[in-house]
């Protein structure tokens, strides 16, 4: 079973960073499109950034300048690197990705990973 599993998120102060992992594992064929998430208690939850196979990047506004999207296909892990983080950061964030699997392979199916917390706090 192909599974995405989120890491790094915990209790930082404003101004600090952390940096999430998000590791796909199983029979995995191929990786397209990938991106972050996030959920903060009784709202919706919104993307925060995209990065395609290629490596392109998409952003939205109110992360644009703190938040970096990279990605390392050679361990099918992508990472948020979180800087300059304020409290309305604060919520669950979740890994999602486009994955191909071997049992499957001409048909992708899109993945989401658990969430880890991600709390902005003095």
């Known amino acids: 079973q192909v599974q995405l599993v989120e890491s790094g998120g915990g209790l930082v102060q404003p101004g600090g960073s952390l940096r999430l992992s998000c590791a796909a594992s199983g029979s995995i064929f191929s990786i397209n499109d990938m991106g972050w998430y996030r959920q903060a208690p009784g709202k919706e939850r919104e993307l925060v950034a995209t990065?395609?196979?290629?490596?392109?990047?998409n952003y939205v506004d109110f992360v644009k300048g703190r938040f970096t999207i990279s990605r390392d296909n050679a361990v099918n892990t992508i990472y948020l690197q979180m800087n300059s983080l304020k409290p309305e950061d604060t919520a669950v964030y979740y890994c999602?990705?486009?994955?191909?699997?071997?049992?499957?392979?001409?048909?992708?199916?899109?993945?989401w990973g658990q969430g880890t917390q991600v709390t902005v706090s003095s």
């Open positions: 999602n990705a486009v994955i191909a699997a071997f049992s499957h392979i001409l048909q992708s199916r899109v993945y």
């Open positions: 990065i395609t196979s290629a490596g392109s990047t």
